[in-house]
């Protein structure tokens, strides 16, 4: 039996961040440093704390971070107003608006305001669709981060069965055309999905997207499965119940460590793409 593979999470994150030192110290050369704009919206606390951690991951490596904190009654004409300044600031290589953002904003309005080139988080629809078709400036960040997992442990898609559980426009759509793209052969399971043991049974690889705590069991893996956690939920637990999950499979993300340190890295790679290519 081949050995068991904790997908460390912290290690690939350092090794994309590392790729970055020269990048941004030959940009500094050139006058360039580069800067993502985050916007917050409202005081939800776990997104202030999402924003905390992106702005404090890019100033530790010398990426200049914008907070904006807008109060939670601003309007969807002010937040695309705020948008379309940070699009016609020079200085600004990547705008990140956190959410969700209040309820009564359009948020894909907002999300669709963010020009194209400096949408390091991709959530514009231009963003999505280029990325579905393969050539895609930046991917949404946690979909680039499973496939930079991937990689970095030589896991290959090629001609595997992978399960994709969910479907947001963030996460579930775009992982699934990347991993399409990386010619694997993509389910895509959602809350209709009648038959998901069934599907997750026939898995090679596993992403799970559901935003349910330890929602799949370790019972419904075919042994040997590769299984990539996206899920972060309360009490720091994935969408995969890690005991039984890790049982069955030849490979593994944790959670935390697994994902979601490499999402940061990858909003940091994007940020400094879009500096480069000003
Ligand atoms: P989301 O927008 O709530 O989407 C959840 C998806 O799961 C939906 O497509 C939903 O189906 C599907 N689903 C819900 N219940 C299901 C069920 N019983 N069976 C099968 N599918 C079901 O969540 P998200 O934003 O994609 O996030 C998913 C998870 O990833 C969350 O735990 C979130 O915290 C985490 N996340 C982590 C990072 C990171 O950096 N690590 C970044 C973003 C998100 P429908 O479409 O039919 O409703």
Not at 44 to 50: H, L, M
Not at 89 to 102: F, W
Not at 213 to 227: N, Q, R, S, T
Request: glycine residues 8%; proline residues 6%; hydrophobic residues 40%.
């Amino acid at each position: 039996m081949e050995e068991k593979l904790i997908l460390d999470g912290q290690k690939v994150a350092n090794d994309v961040k590392e790729g970055l030192k020269p990048r941004i110290a030959a940009l500094k050369e050139k006058g360039i440093i580069p800067s993502l704009a985050t916007i917050l919206v409202g005081d939800d606390p776990s997104s202030a704390t999402y924003v905390k951690m992106k702005g404090n991951a890019c100033e530790r490596l010398g990426i200049l971070s914008q907070r904006i904190q807008l109060p939670k009654e601003t309007t969807t004409e002010e937040l695309l107003h705020t948008i379309q300044e940070l699009n016609n600031d020079p200085k600004v290589h990547g705008i990140l608006l956190q959410h969700p953002v209040p309820s009564h904003i359009d948020e894909r309005a907002a999300f669709e305001a963010i020009a194209l080139e400096k949408d390091v988080d991709g959530v514009t629809s231009w963003g999505y669709g280029q990325t579905a078709l393969g050539f895609g400036l930046y991917p949404s960040c946690t979909p680039a981060a499973i496939i930079r997992i991937m990689d970095y442990y030589h896991i290959s898609a090629e001609g595997k069965h992978a399960v994709v559980i969910g479907r947001s426009p963030i996460l579930g759509k775009p992982v699934s055309a990347l991993l399409l793209n990386r010619n694997a052969t993509v389910t895509t399971c959602h809350s209709r999905t009648t038959n998901l043991e069934e599907m997750i049974k026939q898995a090679d690889i596993i992403v799970a997207a559901v935003g349910k705590p330890e929602f799949i069991k370790g019972e419904w893996l075919k042994d040997g499965a590769v299984v990539l956690d996206a899920g972060y939920n309360p009490g720091n637990v994935g969408d995969v119940e890690y005991a039984s999950c890790y049982e069955k499979s030849s490979a593994i993300t944790p959670v935390p460590g697994g994902v979601g340190p490499v999402t940061i890295s990858m909003l940091l790679k994007h940020t400094v793409d879009a500096a480069e290519r000003v």
